[in-house]
């Protein structure tokens, strides 16, 4: 597979897409640059070898072309200070033979946000509430076909194709996928933000070193299913914490007073007790949670176990007892994977299960573990406890994360391994 390390960009044209769509405030000024920060190494490579950037990136969710709110223009002055050089900046991303032409080696385009147009991601716009079955599928066919010239059009500014957007890498969208067509194995790699992430997903999908531990929390298990199951075939250790604590406990006769619960998902509950069993996984639940009289950062607290949590209470945080068994696990595991936090960590009075987490991953880090946290929340969680830099990896790709845990083979990745 062609690298960025090995390829000679001096004299070449690259199309790079990343990921720009930082958040915005009111005024359109940027309130966290991280995304942009973290594809500077993939582009400041290609200007230093003398090559030449056409930067790709989708913002928001624009819904017709032009879409002022999500313009890239926004953003293009602290891409251009960030990367140490002058951007220029093509206001319609399929309108820009001339500018990139102009190009010389060392100088970068950016394109405006490419999801202006619909056939980035392939999905029909403007049909009518009330369209039928078979207006639906003729915009979809319609929309589809545009979608080849669209992409053609990508490519054909460009002698390779870099991809360093691992957020999107779940999406077989035309910039994030279908442009690897156009160019042979050579000529397509990753940015090394997009590599770090591959790597670090096959260190614990596939390389797997043993003890492996998956932390999984949040609120409902119901949306963790899908992991959970492809978990249940690869780990060790299942901890499944958060809220989805009280769907078990029910399931299993406990009394759960008003905690979170899926009645609908008992057997479900059930169902993955029993499969841990049958594949030797050592699923662990918790035992003692902290209890509040309301769902707020202020409200009484006590401590229960997690089958006797009184009538009016809920359980929002894991107990002192639950914290030391997940953390005798944690610390005893060779490979990790966290998603999703223990309690309600966004009420301090709440946070102490998911930090005692973080402190053993941090823990289990240092004594030579590979710890990858990632997927939304967790993350928040990493970040709020000052602990990022003291796991192996925290991931930048939510969506993309899950999916990839989940077993699910990402477009973005197969389009560039084949
Ligand atoms: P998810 O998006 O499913 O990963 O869930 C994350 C959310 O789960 C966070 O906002 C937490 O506050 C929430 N959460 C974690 N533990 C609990 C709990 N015991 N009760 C209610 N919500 C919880």
Not at 91 to 99: K, R
Not at 105 to 133: I, M, T, V, W
Not at 153 to 174: E, M, W
Not at 238 to 257: E, R
């Amino acid at each position: 597979m062609q690298t960025l390390d090995k390829f000679n960009f001096a004299g070449k044209k690259a199309f790079v897409r990343v990921d720009f769509n930082v958040p915005l405030d009111e005024n359109q000024k940027i309130t966290d640059d991280t995304r942009i920060r973290a594809a500077m190494p993939t582009l400041k490579k290609i200007i230093n070898d003398g090559g030449m950037l056409i930067i790709g990136s989708h913002m928001g969710r624009p819904k017709k072309n032009p879409d002022p709110k999500y313009s890239l223009k926004s953003i293009l002055d602290h891409v251009s200070e960030c990367l140490g050089v002058p951007v220029a900046f093509a206001p319609d991303c399929q309108q820009a033979d001339a500018q990139v032409a102009a190009l010389k080696p060392g100088q970068a385009l950016l394109l405006e946000n490419l999801r202006f147009y619909a056939e980035e991601e392939g999905k029909p716009r403007g049909l009518a509430d009330d369209a039928s079955d078979e207006e639906k599928a003729a915009a979809k066919k319609a929309v589809k076909e545009s979608q080849k010239a669209f992409t053609k059009k990508l490519a054909s500014y460009a002698d390779c194709y870099v991809n360093d957007a691992f957020g999107t890498a779940h999406r077989a969208h035309a910039s994030t996928a279908l442009i690897a067509d156009y160019f042979d194995a050579d000529h397509k790699m990753f940015g090394y933000l997009m590599n770090k992430e591959v790597v670090a997903v096959e260190k614990v999908m596939e390389n797997t070193v043993r003890p492996f531990t998956a932390i999984m929390g949040g609120s409902k298990v119901s949306t963790k299913i899908d992991i959970i199951e492809n978990l249940l075939g690869k780990v060790d250790n299942l901890i499944l914490t958060g809220g989805m604590t009280y769907t078990f406990s029910k399931a299993m006769g406990g009394k759960i007073g008003t905690s979170i619960c899926e009645d609908d998902k008992l057997d479900l509950a059930l169902d993955i007790m029993k499969k841990a069993k049958e594949n030797g996984v050592n699923l662990v639940l918790a035992v003692d949670s902290k209890i509040g009289d309301s769902f707020s950062n202020d409200a009484k607290t006590a401590y229960a176990g997690v089958n006797d949590i009184p009538d009016g209470w809920e359980g929002m945080d894991i107990g002192p007892k639950t914290m030391e068994i997940f953390a005798n696990v944690i610390k005893n595991s060779k490979t990790i994977l966290w998603n999703g936090p223990a309690g309600v960590f966004e009420f301090d009075n709440f946070a102490a299960g998911s930090k005692a987490v973080a402190e053993a991953i941090v823990d289990a880090t240092a004594k030579g573990a590979f710890s990858l946290v990632g997927g939304g929340d967790s993350v928040a969680c990493v970040n709020k406890f000052g602990l990022a830099d003291k796991v192996s990896y925290v991931s930048t790709g939510g969506g993309a994360l899950l999916e990839a845990i989940e077993g699910k083979v990402l477009p973005g990745i197969k389009a560039i391994q084949g």
